[in-house]
């Protein structure tokens, strides 16, 4: 099993799928993305059919289903090729740049709690700006056909990566809190 980075963000769908069926020509096929770090995808060697993105979710899952990244909303079929239309590729966006938006709410939310360790309020604003940065990013101004593949990936990957961390601050100053 091989582990390898995204080539571009999660939405930019046509990049993902062309990715994908590159790996597959090469000899490994995909079995999952990342639970914990979702820019991450596992490959196992094998050959597999060529590889389609759908935003469908089946009421089933059939023989041909792969994975999904359900961050995004998509998953990975064993059919044919197709082109995504530009409401499908905005649909993607606008789906991380909402995954953010919770973690400024529990940032402010946490902020206000009683008995919390005011130490570390200034990485709670900071890791609540940061979300709010990249969130809007794909929100607004992302178009996949213009934007560099690595902008976006790179967009991505610092937004899962403020989550940890903030996830980390907060266990932190729940442990500082409750000793």
């Not at 597959?24 to 079995?31: D, F, I, V, Y």
């Not at 607004?140 to 990957?157: C, E, V």
Request: charged residues 20%; contains cysteine.
């Amino acid at each position: 099993m091989k582990f390898k980075l995204l080539p571009c963000a999660p939405c930019d769908l046509d990049g993902i799928e062309k990715w994908i069926n590159d790996e597959q020509k090469a000899g490994w096929r995909l079995k999952r993305f990342g639970l914990l770090l979702p820019f991450v995808a596992a490959f196992v060697p094998g050959e597999g059919g060529e590889y389609t993105i759908t935003m469908d979710f089946p009421k089933h899952s059939g023989y041909e289903r792969v994975c999904a990244l359900r961050s995004v909303g998509y998953i990975v079929k064993g059919k044919p090729r197709g082109a995504f239309g530009e409401g499908e590729l905005r649909a993607a966006a606008r789906k991380i740049g909402l995954l953010f938006a919770p973690l400024f709410v529990l940032s402010v939310a946490v902020v206000m709690l009683p008995r919390m360790n005011t130490d570390l309020l200034a990485w709670h604003i900071a890791c609540a700006l940061a979300s709010v940065a990249v969130g809007a990013f794909f929100l607004l101004p992302y178009d996949p056909a213009k934007t560099p593949p690595k902008l976006g990936l790179a967009l991505y990957s610092l937004g899962v990566l403020v989550f940890w961390a903030w996830f980390i601050g907060l266990v932190v100053d729940l442990i500082a809190a409750v000793s």
